[in-house]
């Protein structure tokens, strides 16, 4: 089982919509959580930490549960420009600050 | 945040070659990592560069193979050695300091392409 398991997709969503990716994680020492984006044939970019209360920043919304090991990433009212691979990431201080990435999910948005 | 650079950004090399990729960053990070993204999958750490120190090595990555240098808090080299074309890949450094340690910034990786 990988650590950190992801719905490949890809979800193809008209602009306007509103899209949910989850992601579970089998090591429940894992203390930091994250998603990121990665552009085709660039480098992943921090979109955000994901906190046990759940945050939120302008159109993007992070969940975690602990109890069930599970992360969330809404998009409200997508944009083309969301158009990316979106990877979970968690961080298990145990092992030396070590990201142990998921293998993403591709989201399309279309007009 | 901090401006990371890789050099070269992309190579093409033949097999049983090496190739030492940098990476500089404009300012001082406590830690320093090792990525290789091969083709349609995800990312994965080969090692942890230690400024000082021998880098820690992921299951699956040796120092013969991937041999890292870190002679300071801005800079770290990865050697792909004696190339074959199952290291064809993107490879990327990340960085994390202060008191986010815990998140990582990537810079812009190197595609590595053997032939």
């Known amino acids: 089982r990988k650590e950190v398991e992801q719905d490949p997709g890809p979800f193809n969503v008209p602009e306007g919509a509103t899209v949910a990716f989850n992601c579970t994680y089998s090591n429940s020492a894992s203390q930091s959580f994250f998603w990121y984006r990665q552009d085709c044939r660039k480098e992943p970019k921090l979109l955000m930490s994901?906190?046990?209360s759940g945050n939120e920043d302008g159109r993007f919304t992070a969940q975690l549960n602990r109890a069930s090991q599970y992360i969330s990433l809404l998009i409200r009212d997508s944009k083309l420009s969301d158009s990316a691979t979106y990877l979970c990431?968690?961080?298990?201080?145990?092992?030396?600050?070590?990201?142990?990435f998921g293998a993403g999910t591709i989201l399309r948005v279309k007009s | 945040s901090a401006v990371i650079s890789q050099k070269p950004s992309r190579d093409i090399c033949q097999r049983g070659t090496s190739l030492t990729i940098q990476c500089q960053v404009d300012?001082?990070?406590?830690?320093m990592f090792w990525y290789r993204q091969q083709p349609g999958q995800s990312l994965t750490l080969i090692a942890t560069a230690n400024q000082g120190s021998e880098a820690t090595y992921e299951s699956g990555f040796v120092i013969d193979k991937f041999p890292i240098s870190r002679p300071n808090l801005t800079f770290s080299t990865l050697t792909v050695s004696n190339m074959s074309p199952e290291d064809s890949s993107i490879y990327l450094c990340?960085?994390?300091?202060?008191?986010?340690?815990?998140?990582?910034?990537f810079g812009p990786g190197t595609r590595l392409t053997v032939l």
């Open positions: 990431v968690v961080n298990n201080r145990e092992y030396g600050n070590k990201l142990v």
């Open positions: 300012s001082q990070v406590t830690m």
């Open positions: 994901v906190y046990s």
């Open positions: 990340s960085v994390a300091s202060g008191r986010r340690y815990n998140e990582q910034f």
